[in-house]
């Protein structure tokens, strides 16, 4: 049985400091606490910043992607865009 590893980059959120809302690794600073961010953290983001991971993101529900799908013009849902979670 083979395994295939997924990449995906973690994304945080700052406990203690809104201006941190969203950072990676790279950018955590010392003395604030995070945690990895959640699907409705991603969520708030784009509605936030209309900006979207267009990558794979390790989140606290796993590894997530952003998936858009438009519907016939008929149907009772026009458009979802959302992240899903992959693995």
């Known amino acids: 049985m083979t395994t295939q590893t997924i990449?995906?980059?973690k994304v945080f959120v700052s406990v203690d400091n809104a201006a941190?809302?969203?950072v990676f690794e790279e950018e955590m600073q010392a003395g604030f606490q995070y945690k990895l961010a959640?699907?409705?953290d991603l969520h708030a983001?784009?509605?936030g910043t209309g900006e979207v991971f267009t990558y794979n993101v390790e989140t606290s529900?796993?590894?997530v992607q952003w998936h858009e799908e438009q519907f016939p013009y008929d149907s009772p849902v026009d458009y979802i865009c959302e992240y899903r979670v992959i693995n």
């Open 45 to 47: 983001y784009v509605a």
């Open 20 to 22: 941190q809302w969203i």
């Open 38 to 40: 959640s699907i409705d």
């Open 61 to 63: 529900e796993g590894v």
């Open 7 to 9: 990449e995906a980059k």
